[in-house]
């Protein structure tokens, strides 16, 4: 069988009508192309002044005292830059400040183990505030109680959004951690053979909460310690209310004080642990009036 032959206004007619198509194609993938370059450059700049803005809040601190230990109470790196306190209240049982930013909870198993114990020795795990960096871990440990007060029940839920400048832009889903016991501003826990004494802290978030226990006073993220020695209010990039962080702190010595409680050292999520006892929260008060 023979083929057709094309006619020559055939060819004409498919080539002007490729040309009708190809020009607008190729304005709108030129188009495209100048979109993506603006957005990409737009994502370069908001990702350069992000890390220029961290790099700001997280200069001139403490390195985070992963591994510093002080009257049996350990402090472990979980996650990057976010620290959990391991607390003995008995023979073999535990319990945690915070459960850190790996969800894994590998670095608390590891401490664990060195001692003897596995997920089960966490009875309780304490809070300071429901930001996913201080939670991550909180499903690894089954039989733990999960303690917060209570306006941080929902934050610890994924039931809402955290509300500082920066994290209100994280996107929130349920994680499933139900906490199952409420906390009281001044009350005295006594979890095992240890008083943890429970302090609240609104301002960093509004359910934010500081633990005494064993002499030293965990502040989580409502205050953290600098490179000299010194404490520094939250940084307001994370903070609900950062005046209200600073009205929290300056009331928290005299609370502290009230219940006649010796203080050793302060504890923060993100930096070192200071040992001058409650000297460098009562220097920041005086210098902040
Ligand atoms: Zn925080």
Redesign the pocket.
């Known amino acids: 069988m023979i083929s057709p032959v094309k006619q020559p206004y055939e060819c004409n007619l498919s080539a002007a009508r490729l040309h009708d198509v190809a020009g607008p194609a190729r304005g709108t993938l030129a188009t495209m192309k100048h979109a993506i370059k603006y957005i990409g450059f737009g994502f370069a700049v908001l990702f350069g002044v992000l890390a220029a803005v961290l790099g700001l809040t997280f200069s001139g601190l403490q390195a985070p005292s992963n591994g510093d230990e002080l009257n049996q109470v350990r402090i472990v790196e979980s996650g990057t830059g976010s620290t959990v306190g391991i607390v003995p209240i008995g023979e073999r049982e535990v319990v945690l400040i915070d459960a850190g930013s790996d969800a894994t909870g590998a670095p608390i198993l590891a401490e664990l183990e060195q001692r003897g114990l596995t997920a089960e020795a966490v009875k309780a795990i304490l809070f300071t ?1 429901g ?1 996913f ?2 939670i991550a871990a909180a499903g690894v440990f089954p039989g733990a109680q999960l303690m917060a007060l209570a306006p941080e029940a929902d934050l610890i839920a994924g039931l809402v959004k955290p509300r500082g400048p920066l994290v209100r832009f994280f996107s929130v889903k349920p994680t499933g951690f139900k906490v199952t016991r409420i906390l009281k501003e001044g009350e005295s826990l006594m979890l095992g053979d240890t008083t943890i004494k429970v302090f609240a802290m609104p301002g ?2 509004a359910g934010s909460a500081a633990y005494l226990i064993n002499g030293i006073l965990f502040l989580g ?1 409502s205050a953290d310690a600098t490179d000299k020695g010194k404490l520094q209010s939250g940084h307001w990039i ?1 903070c609900d209310d950062l005046d209200q962080n600073e009205a929290s702190l300056r009331t928290l010595a005299d609370r502290v004080v009230a219940g006649g409680d010796a203080v050793q050292a302060l504890a923060f999520s993100h930096s070192g642990m200071l040992r001058d006892g409650l000297a460098p929260l009562s220097e920041w008060i005086d210098s902040h009036p």
């Open positions: 505030h930001h960096d201080h960093h978030t993220d994370f």
